[in-house]
Nanobody, 118 residues
């Protein structure tokens, strides 16, 4: 499967953005769909994840501000980001993970840049 992320841009603090990750194949079979981010000079970190059962996980730094959702029918995941802060500036990557019974298989999309600056 190929993943295509989009929706990044330059916004001011307090504004919102919605990131979209479109998959070339069915995402319903993936156990986890997620958004990760990597800020300049820092390691990549998990921002939000959505399991196939509808469960979600968020980094403490984005809880209450970001919402991840997955649309299996459209093979797309979203990341709604509200009340953005300068520290949210990063390249955001979407990923898909599937457990085949013995190992995890991960797929990554290209990143989309989010810049929060006044």
């Amino acid at each position: 499967v190929q993943l295509q992320a989009s929706g990044g841009g330059v916004v001011q603090p307090g504004e919102s953005l919605r990131l979209t990750c479109a998959a070339s194949g069915r995402i319903g079979s993936f156990n986890v769909m997620a958004w990760h981010r990597q800020a300049p000079g820092k390691e990549r970190e998990l921002a939000a994840a959505a399991g196939s059962a509808g469960d979600t996980t968020y980094a403490n730094s984005v809880k209450g501000r970001f919402t991840i959702s997955r649309d299996n029918a459209e093979n797309t995941i979203y990341l709604q980001m509200n009340s953005l802060k300068p520290e949210d500036t990063a390249i955001y990557y979407c990923s898909a993970a599937r457990f085949d019974g013995s190992s995890w298989n991960d797929y990554w999309g290209q990143g989309t840049q989010v810049t929060v600056s006044s």
